[in-house]
């Protein structure tokens, strides 16, 4: 459905999911059929508000999360279901990207943009009329559609760049809605303002623990606005000042979200937290992180639960560490879940994925070589002691690669196996039903953002540091942490971002204690070894969760240039990969091009140069 029709149906689309729809709908206007029928009460306001989480649960709107975010990475290859997936699907895979894919089709998304729109313009006349819908009921479920929307909004720039933006609702067929594509960092900076204005307004805590992740919060809004902060700050246009400010920004933001954890984890409001938690990490890091394995579960030398993986990925989800995750489960749920996350489904698998393959498989890239116990050596991603390497995917002989995280319902793992990662023989439950949740934001998430922009913090100061020993140029000033840390130097900054990549990835090989598997302060001495140890760990940790894509266009844009990302893209493709990396010199091409249909209909939209130029060549040809 392309912009001006998503628009004008959402109010329809709105109406359709609650109880009160009238019989009157053909014959009264849609505005009509809003003000009369529909927006009344307390109850209609709510309705609406859960309607928007529902619509972040989508099969399409899912689907495309994952299509954006993870398949245009250099995490992804074709499966062995590859035959039954889209055509389109199939020429993402293979970089033939045009304006004709269907994945190119936005409208999920602004039909949920526009739902929340309409609770912005609705509620406050509720409020007004209803006494049961008080001020503070307002102030919170504006502060849900507004994070919703902010994140719809922040897909969108981050997948295509400059897009069509309002804040207005759509409720009137006499409204014009052909909008051009406004700059992706006027958008931004809007949503940032939007997000800083209310995100106190969510509420910290909710009685119902599910809810805690299933639904908006105020740790989810500074986990979306750390990750708005880090991307605009990643612009090699602006002066490094300003970036600098925004990095430091992101830091704040991110030190909320593990203060409340860290919080959270003391109260232990009902006793049962603290048993799941890894002391070790906690002890000598800080980070209250769920704990993968301890010798003590082990009996047989092989087949040991990663306890974590499963607590997060497994089960019922909605773990300690998640902030923010999308439900789906067997029974009804009302906070936007439904009974199947088809699109796992469709693209990771399902029951007997292992056997049979799916879809997608994760790239051999990752294992160039047979993985040892070294940290990162051979150009491994995985050293063999990394739980990581058996709980994300699974490799036999016959079918590797087929990826098991969100596929599986608890994972089992092999320990002590040096030089071993193939986990042939190991029984994994694999679900019956794809009802796995979709995690947007975890702990580990928010902390190598942090992470990420402490090493760029890091640069910045080494960077003035040495135009001070040129000329009269001072340092930025100190920066005192919520926990009483200062920290004025690059080399602080840099111990900080190492210590939270030691923590997350020490949880992730808890039952060795040999140096060498691990990552050692003293191998890393300048940023661009920093950069790495951190990309790296955040591809380790959050494989096949939507964020590879986004990380590496991140860095594409903070550099200024698609080398070192095109070079990694490239490496996917086995037959086209000088084409691919010819066409990615362009930074406009890591962006997806508008869908043709929708450039038909709104002549205010322009073409994404980078796909102009490839339609061109191809009529020319």
């Known amino acids: 459905m392309k912009l001006k029709n998503i628009i004008k149906s959402i109010g329809l689309a709105t109406l359709s999911s609650l109880s009160l729809v009238s019989c009157d709908v053909e014959v009264l206007p849609l505005n009509q059929i809003i003000a009369q029928n529909y927006w009344t009460s307390k109850a209609d306001v709510e309705s609406v508000v ?11 709107v899912i689907t495309r999360m994952i299509i954006w975010g993870e398949v245009r990475s250099d995490n992804i290859k074709e499966g062995q279901q590859i035959s039954q997936a889209s055509k389109d699907l199939q020429y993402l895979l293979n970089g033939n990207i045009l304006e004709t894919n269907t994945y190119c089709d936005y409208s999920a998304f602004y039909k949920l943009i526009n739902r929340c729109n309409t609770v912005e313009l609705y509620a406050p006349v509720i409020q007004e009329r209803d006494p049961n819908y008080t001020e503070s009921d307002l102030r919170q479920n504006l502060a849900e559609v507004k994070a919703i929307r902010g ?49 106190n307004y969510a509420p910290k805590r909710y009685v119902n623990e599910i809810e805690n992740s299933a639904r908006i919060s105020r740790n989810a809004i500074n986990a979306i606005l750390a990750d708005m902060y880090l991307w605009r700050a990643s612009n090699a246009k602006v002066d490094a000042a300003t970036r600098n400010a925004d990095y430091l920004k992101c830091v704040e933001c991110c030190d909320k979200v593990i203060d409340a954890k860290i919080a959270e984890y003391k109260e232990d409001r009902y006793g049962t937290l603290k048993p799941q938690i890894s002391r070790e990490i906690y002890a000598d890091y800080g980070f209250p992180l769920l704990e993968e394995w301890a010798e003590s579960d082990q009996t047989s030398g092989q087949g040991t639960n990663a306890k974590a993986f499963n607590r997060i990925f497994g089960g019922d989800g909605n773990s300690f560490e998640s902030i923010f995750e999308l439900n789906f489960e067997e029974e ?62 699974l490799y036999h002989e016959s079918n590797p690669y087929t990826i098991q995280k969100y596929v599986v319902e608890r994972a089992r793992v092999k320990v002590g ?98 140096a060498s598997a691990k990552p050692q302060r003293s191998n890393f001495n300048i940023k661009k070894d920093f950069d790495l140890l951190v990309e790296h760990e955040r591809r380790r940790e959050l494989l096949f969760e939507g964020k590879r894509y986004y990380d590496l266009v991140r860095r594409a844009r903070r550099e200024g240039s698609t080398t070192y990302v095109s070079g990694l893209l490239s490496s996917k493709f086995t037959q086209n990969a000088s084409a691919m990396r010819i066409k990615m010199a362009m930074l406009e091409f890591l962006y997806m091009p508008f869908y043709d249909d929708e450039l038909d209909r709104n002549p205010l939209l322009k073409q994404n140069p980078a796909y102009d130029k490839e339609k061109k060549n191809e009529r020319n040809y």
């Open 151 to 199: 994140l719809c909004y922040f897909y969108l720039i981050r997948t295509f760049g400059d897009v069509p933006f309002t804040f207005v609702a759509s409720i009137d067929d006499d409204q014009n809605y052909y909008l051009p594509a406004t700059p992706q960092e006027l958008i931004l900076d809007t949503l940032i303002m939007d997000l800083e204005a209310n995100v």
């Open 332 to 393: 009804s749920h009302r906070y936007g879940s439904s009974a199947e996350n088809s699109a796992i489904g469709s693209l990771y698998g399902g029951r007997n994925s292992g056997e049979s393959g799916a879809q997608l498989a994760a790239s051999d890239v990752m294992m160039s070589t047979i993985p040892d116990a070294n940290f990162e050596s051979n150009d491994n991603l995985f050293s063999s002691y990394d739980f990581r390497s058996q709980t994300s995917f």
């Open 50 to 60: 859960f309607s928007c989480y529902t619509g972040l649960t989508s099969s399409d």
């Open 417 to 514: 196996a040096k030089n071993v990662w193939s986990v042939d023989g190991l029984s994994n439950s694999a679900r019956s039903e794809n009802y796995a949740n979709w995690i947007l934001y975890r702990l580990t998430d928010v902390m190598l953002m942090k992470a990420e922009a402490e090493v760029q913090i890091a640069g910045y100061l080494d960077d003035n540091a040495t135009a001070a020993a040129d000329d009269s140029a001072t340092p930025a000033p100190r920066r005192v942490t919520p926990t009483g840390n200062v920290y004025s130097t690059a080399k602080e900054y840099y111990d900080d971002a190492f210590n939270i990549v030691r923590a997350i990835y020490e949880r992730s090989t808890p039952q060795t204690k040999v």
